[in-house]
C-alpha cells in the first residue's frame, strides 16, 4: 500500500466508504455510522477549510505582488475572467441542449405532470405570475376535481424548512439593487469577511488591492511584506501534505456518512428515490462528463498542444478525486494548486492569481446543472418554456455562478433566483434535493477541471507553462518550443 499513489488510495476510501454505508443500512449500523465515523469527515472538510481562507488570501497577494508591474496584472486579469466566462457560457449551452434533446421530465408518468401542472397553476395564480404557455388546466373541467384535491393538499402541506432557508436568502438577493453584487465585493471590514461564510470574493478583492499596492511602493519596503506572504503560504501548503496523508480515511469517513444520512436503516428507500430521478440525473451526468471529457480538452488542446490528453487527466487526478469527495471548489483549493504547478508545470505566479479567483467565480458545473435542472423541473411540470425564456437561464445562470460560495450545494439557493427569472417555483428545489448531493460531487469535479484548463491556458499565454512529461522525464515542454 506504501507504493500505491494517493489519488489511488483515495478512490479505494471512496468506493470503501459507499459499501460500508450500504452495508450499514442493510444491517441496522447507520446511526452508529453517522455517530462515529460520519464525524471525522466533517474533521476533513474544516481542516481543508481551515486551510483554504488563509491560502487564498496569501496565495493571491504573492501571485500580484510578484507579477512585476501593473500593466501584466491588467492583461492577466482580462484573460483569466474572459477565459471563465467563456467555458461558463459553453457549460450552460451544453446543459440547455442535452435537457432539450433529452427530456428527462417527459419520460415521468403522464398523471403525475398533470397533477404537478396543477398545482403549479394554482402556485401562479396565488403569487400573481402569468402562466408561461398561456395553457390553464384549471379552467379545464375534466380537471375540476383534481384541481380541487391538489388545492386542499398544498394549503395543508408543511414547508420544508431548509426550503424555506434558502428561499429567504434567495428573496434578499432578488430585492437587491442592479449593483448590489458590486457593493458586496468591497468589505465594510475585512477580518469579519474572514471569519464568514460566503464572503470569499470579498476576500480575493482585499487580496487583489492589497498585492497591488504593494506593486507601487519601493521595493526595499515591499520585499519584507513578500517574503512574510511567501513564507506562510509556503506553511500553508505544508499543513495540505500533512492533511492529504490521512486523506483516504477522511474520504471513507465522508462517503460513508452521506450515504448513511440519505438512507438510514432502509436502503430501498434511497433505491427509490433515485429510479424517479434517474434521467434527470444521467442528463446533468452526460453533460458534466462531457465537460470534464470533451469540452476541456479540446479547449487545452486548442490552445496548449503539449499536453497529451491523458498526461493532463493523470496530472490533475489526485484534485479531481478530492473535488468529488469533498463536494468543495475552496475546500479542494490546495490540492488543485499543487497539481496545476507540479504536475502541469504552471508557473506559481499563474498559480497563486488565476485558481483562487477560479474557486470562487469559475463554476462551470454548477451553471449547467442549474440549466438542466430548471429545464427538467419545467418539463416536470407540462410547461414548455420559450427560447427566451431559456436564455434568461443562460444569462441568469451564469451572472448567479460568480456569487456562488465554493462549497457544498450552494448551487441550490442560486438556482432559487434562476428558476425566479423565469416565473417559475423556487420552492421546486425540493424535488432535486435526493440526489443534488451525488450531483455535488460530480459538478465540483467540472469547476477544478476548469480552474486547471484555464490556468494552463493562460500559463501558454504567458509564457509560464513547463509541462515534463512523466513518460518522457527528460523531456520539458516549454511554450517557446
Known amino acids: 500500500m506504501k507504493k500505491l499513489a494517493l489519488h489511488w488510495k483515495i478512490i479505494i ?49 504573492s501571485g500580484v505582488a510578484n507579477i512585476g508591474d501593473a500593466n501584466s496584472l491588467g492583461r492577466m486579469g482580462g484573460k483569466t475572467l474572459l477565459a471563465y466566462l467563456v467555458t461558463t457560457v459553453l457549460a450552460v449551452g451544453l446543459g440547455l441542449g442535452l435537457v432539450n434533446l433529452i427530456k428527462p421530465g417527459v419520460l ?29 388546466y384549471l379552467k379545464d373541467p375534466q380537471f375540476l376535481e383534481r384541481a380541487q384535491k391538489i388545492s386542499d393538499l398544498s394549503k395543508s402541506e408543511l414547508q420544508d424548512v431548509s426550503v424555506s432557508d434558502k428561499m429567504k436568502t434567495a428573496e434578499q438577493t432578488k430585492d437587491a439593487g442592479p449593483l448590489q453584487p458590486l457593493v458586496d465585493i468591497v468589505p465594510q471590514n475585512f477580518f469579519r469577511s474572514l471569519t464568514d461564510n460566503g464572503l470569499m470574493l470579498q476576500i480575493i478583492f482585499f487580496a487583489i488591492f492589497f498585492g497591488m499596492c504593494l506593486l507601487f511602493i519601493p521595493s526595499e519596503k515591499s520585499k519584507p511584506v513578500t517574503d512574510f506572504v511567501d513564507g506562510a503560504m509556503e506553511v500553508f501548503l505544508k499543513m495540505v501534505d500533512l492533511v492529504m496523508q490521512a486523506a483516504p480515511f477522511f474520504v471513507f469517513a465522508l462517503l460513508a456518512g452521506v450515504v448513511s444520512k440519505m438512507a438510514g436503516d432502509d436502503v430501498n428507500k434511497v433505491v427509490e428515490i433515485f429510479k424517479g430521478l434517474s434521467w434527470y440525473s444521467l442528463t446533468v451526468f452526460l453533460g458534466l462528463m462531457l465537460m470534464i471529457f470533451v469540452i476541456y480538452p479540446l479547449v487545452l488542446k486548442l490552445f496548449v498542444r503539449k499536453i497529451p490528453y491523458l498526461g493532463f487527466f493523470k496530472s490533475m487526478s489526485p484534485a479531481q478525486t478530492l473535488a468529488f469527495s469533498t463536494s468543495s471548489s475552496a475546500a479542494t483549493l490546495p490540492v488543485t494548486m499543487e497539481c496545476v504547478e507540479q504536475n502541469l508545470g504552471v508557473d506559481k505566479k499563474i498559480t497563486s492569481f488565476v485558481l483562487p479567483i477560479g474557486a470562487t467565480v469559475n463554476m462551470d458545473g454548477t451553471c449547467l446543472y442549474q440549466a438542466v435542472a430548471v429545464v427538467f423541473l419545467a418539463q416536470l411540470h407540462l410547461i414548455d418554456l420559450t427560447f427566451g425564456q431559456q436564455l434568461t437561464i443562460v444569462l441568469t445562470a451564469t ?35 435526493p440526489v443534488d448531493r451525488i450531483l455535488d460531487m460530480f459538478r465540483t469535479v467540472v469547476n477544478v477541471t476548469g480552474d486547471a484548463t484555464v490556468s494552463t491556458i493562460i500559463a501558454n499565454g504567458e509564457g509560464m507553462l513547463h509541462y515534463h512529461d512523466t513518460e518522457n522525464p527528460t523531456e520539458t515542454f516549454d511554450v517557446d518550443s
Do not use: C, H
Not at 17 to 44: H, N, R, V
Open 13 to 61: 476510501g471512496l468506493v470503501l466508504g459507499i459499501i460500508w454505508a450500504i452495508l450499514s443500512s442493510t444491517l441496522g449500523w447507520s446511526e452508529f455510522t453517522i455517530d462515529w465515523i460520519a464525524p471525522f469527515g466533517t474533521i476533513f472538510i474544516n481542516l481543508l477549510k481551515l486551510i483554504a481562507v488563509p491560502l487564498v488570501l496569501f496565495s493571491i497577494i
Open 108 to 136: 415521468v408518468d403522464e398523471q403525475s405532470r398533470i397533477d404537478n401542472r396543477i398545482s403549479y397553476e394554482i402556485w401562479a395564480d396565488s403569487q400573481g405570475y402569468e402562466i408561461k404557455d398561456g395553457i390553464n
Open 399 to 433: 451572472l448567479a455562478s460568480i456569487g456562488s460560495a465554493a462549497v457544498p450545494s450552494a448551487g441550490l439557493v442560486m438556482l432559487i433566483i434562476v428558476l425566479d427569472s423565469v416565473g417559475l417555483n423556487p420552492a421546486w428545489i425540493a424535488i432535486i434535493f
